[in-house]
Every structure is written in structure tokens, then in C-alpha cells.
T-cell receptor, first 115, second 114 residues
Framework: AQSVTQLGSHVSVSEGALVLLRCNYS??????LFWYVQYPNQGLQLLLK??????LVKGINGFEAEFKKSETSFHLTKPSAHMSDAAEYFC?????????????FGKGTKLSVIP | GAGVSQSPSNKVTEKGKDVELRCDPI?????LYWYRQRLGQGLEFLIY????????KSGLPSDRFSAERTGESVSTLTIQRTQQEDSAVYLC????????????FGEGSWLTVV
């Protein structure tokens, strides 16, 4: 069984500051890992994904994430926060083996950006 | 279509009534997923379709919930005898159905049971 833990249900940063959203996963097989963003009253939009190629993955809107197998982590970062980054962020894991390929999500982290 | 389309976008229903939620996936996507998102919570997996069959129904919370898919396209999620705890956003998603493929989400159907 796979699972995802997102540390911190709420994170606040100042505009221009570093954004760091933490994600740890548990999977019995090599995982595929995803970060999605959800703006208020909207569906989920893919930010980036890791599928066993480069361990540092670059996504949209200046976000990136690094897969660290030894730490079972896939933390999301952005060097400089913008007001438009305020949203909820979800980390998700998918089984790379045979299966339903459905995503198991973390509980989400709500990011606030302070002017 | 260009994206995953869901209808209705909003539904208010009385407790005990049945509701049907519709999902139109991206054209050519063989995999289709239903998730539930309760207010302030994460996403809860309900069911997965590959083509018209559902190899994984493990997330359906009770026998009041059912889903079908026809023509490897449109899917309908049906909730019978709705309860207040069914109030949530129901999100549909689709993908090409192979490992690592991006799963694309619709805007969701907001269900309120009063």
C-alpha cells in the first residue's frame, strides 16, 4: 500500500521568500510522484511529476521538486513566492507496478503569501 | 473535448434523494477516475475505470454509491438515498491509462445534501 504525508496543513511565507512544501511518501515499489495545485473553487492542475528520469523535476510557475529515495521525500520548492501562488498544494503517489495507477493524495498544504 | 468536463457543476438535493453526476473525459483517455473531496480535506479515491470495466472499486464508501462507464467515454456516478455526509466535491479525472501518465482533473461537481 502506498501513502503520502504532507507536513504542515498551512504554510505562510512573505512575498519574495522561499517556498518549501514538504512531502514524504511510502511505496513498496518505485513510485511515480506528482504535485498538483488547486486554486479556490477550481479543479486540480498538475505542477510537475517524477517518473524515474531526472531526480530534480522542474514544473510550471517556477516550481521544482527533488526526488530523494534515501529520504522517501519529494519536497516542492520555489525560490521566490508570488501572491498568485496562494493556493492549496497536493502531493500524490502512483504505483509504477501493475495496478490501477490511481493516485494516492496527501491531505494538502494551504499556502498563504503575505504581501 | 479539450479537458475533462463534469456536470452538474453544482447540485443541491434533499436527503434521501438519488443523484447522478456525469463525467466526460478527454478524448482518447482510456482510464477514468472518480475522487471525493470533502470540505477542508484531501482527495479520497472512489473508483477507477480502464475502458468500460472497473478493476478497482475499493474506494466506494457504501453500496449506495455506484458508477458506470459506457463507450469507453462518459461515466456516471450515482449516489442513492443521499445523506448529509455525502456533501462534497466529486472530482472526475482521466488519463491515457499507463503508468506515470498525467491524470487530468475536471472542475468538479459540488454536491450539497440538505
Amino acid at each position: 500500500a502506498q501513502s503520502v504525508t504532507q507536513l504542515g496543513s498551512h504554510v505562510s511565507v512573505s512575498e519574495g521568500a522561499l517556498v518549501l512544501l514538504r512531502c514524504n511518501y511510502s511505496s513498496s515499489v518505485p513510485p511515480y510522484l506528482f504535485w498538483y495545485v488547486q486554486y479556490p473553487n477550481q479543479g486540480l492542475q498538475l505542477l510537475l511529476k517524477y517518473t524515474s528520469a531526472a531526480t530534480l523535476v522542474k514544473g510550471i510557475n517556477g516550481f521544482e521538486a527533488e526526488f530523494k529515495k534515501s529520504e522517501t521525500s519529494f519536497h516542492l520548492t520555489k525560490p521566490s513566492a508570488h501572491m498568485s501562488d496562494a493556493a492549496e498544494y497536493f502531493c500524490a503517489v502512483s504505483d509504477s507496478g501493475a495496478g490501477s495507477y490511481q493516485l494516492t493524495f496527501g491531505k494538502g498544504t494551504k499556502l498563504s503569501v503575505i504581501p | 473535448g479539450a479537458g475533462v468536463s463534469q456536470s452538474p457543476s453544482n447540485k443541491v438535493t434533499e436527503k434521501g434523494k438519488d443523484v447522478e453526476l456525469r463525467c466526460d473525459p478527454i478524448s482518447g483517455h482510456t482510464a477514468l477516475y472518480w475522487y471525493r473531496q470533502r470540505l477542508g480535506q484531501g482527495l479520497e479515491f472512489l473508483i477507477y475505470f480502464q475502458g468500460n470495466s472497473a478493476p478497482d472499486k475499493s474506494g466506494l464508501p457504501s453500496d449506495r454509491f455506484s458508477a458506470e462507464r459506457t463507450g469507453e467515454s462518459v461515466s456516471t456516478l450515482t449516489i442513492q438515498r443521499t445523506q448529509q455526509e455525502d456533501s462534497a466535491v466529486y472530482l472526475c479525472a482521466s488519463s491515457r491509462g499507463t503508468p506515470g501518465n498525467t491524470i487530468y482533473f475536471g472542475e468538479g461537481s459540488w454536491l450539497t445534501v440538505v
